[in-house]
């Protein structure tokens, strides 16, 4: 099982960034998936979840209403396309998958982690 996160970057204030999470060794369709960050100096928090089948999704109230998590199930591939960004939404963010039917927030229930990428927005 891989999970490979890219699109990370610099980004001005307001501008855009769509992350891209390629996954390898399971079937994405089957799985609850996650979009997790780690600022400096903070803990790493949830960002944003959807359940298998897409019914349910979750976003923390900081990127309500400008981040989107997708799937493409035949490329294997889940995104999280960021808009309006801030310079508080600096962070390396972590793509995580889990086989489940229900959102899920908490980090610990997560069985497969990608590796991080950064995103910094600049002021």
């Known amino acids: 099982v891989q999970l490979q996160a890219s699109g990370g970057g610099l980004v001005q204030e307001g501008g855009s960034l769509k992350l891209s999470c390629a996954t390898s060794?399971?079937?994405?369709?089957?799985?609850?998936i996650g979009w997790f960050r780690q600022a400096p100096g903070k803990e790493r928090e949830g960002v944003s979840s959807?359940?298998?089948?897409?019914?349910?999704?979750y976003y923390t109230d900081s990127v309500k209403g400008r981040f989107t998590i997708s799937r493409d199930a035949a490329k294997n591939t889940m995104y999280l396309q960021m808009n309006s960004l801030k310079p508080e939404d600096t962070a390396i963010y972590y793509c995580a998958a889990k086989g489940s039917y229900r959102v899920i927030i908490r980090e610990n229930e997560y069985e497969y982690w990608g590796q991080g990428t950064l995103v910094t927005v600049s002021s």
């Open positions: 060794g399971f079937h994405l369709d089957f799985y609850t």
């Open positions: 959807v359940s298998r089948g897409g019914q349910t999704t």
